[in-house]
């Protein structure tokens, strides 16, 4: 995956930042949430409840888009462009994976195992744009 120039330490676990995503509930209705994230060499990869309305969104329209931006700074963000894939457990460490995530955000292991009801999916990207607006007057 090629990160946009300037913009890798946003994918660094070091470093808290958002996913903002949005999914398609129908034709015309996205759904936007914030969603807890680690990127690997294919994309960006996050977890949801099984049957959410993310994962019923993505089973349902795969295409999806998100903002990706650092805790508390708003005017420097990717734009990510691409196709959510659902993550069939054989091909990940599902347990590593979720206290890498809980780690980025939380500081430390978390408290239970893998939840059970627990799907894991990959944002591989087809466009990722940094802008920076840290120094932007109007």
């Known amino acids: 995956m090629k990160l946009p120039e300037g913009f890798e330490d946003l994918f660094d676990d070091a470093v808290k930042a958002f996913l903002v995503l949005t999914t398609m ?43 990706l931006m650092a805790e508390g700074e708003h005017a420097r963000y990717v734009s990510v462009h691409g196709t959510a894939e659902r993550i069939d457990a054989g091909e990940l460490d599902a347990a590593s994976l979720y206290r890498r995530i809980v780690r980025r955000y939380e500081g430390r292991d978390p408290r239970d195992p893998q939840p059970s009801a627990t799907m894991y999916f990959r944002i591989v990207p087809d466009a990722m744009f940094g802008y920076d607006y840290r120094d932007y007057e109007a």
């Open 25 to 67: 509930r129908a034709p015309e209705q996205p759904s936007v949430a914030p969603v807890w994230f680690v990127a690997d060499d294919r994309g960006l990869l996050f977890m949801s409840d099984v049957d959410s309305v993310k994962d019923r969104n993505i089973r349902r329209q795969a295409r999806v888009a998100a903002v």
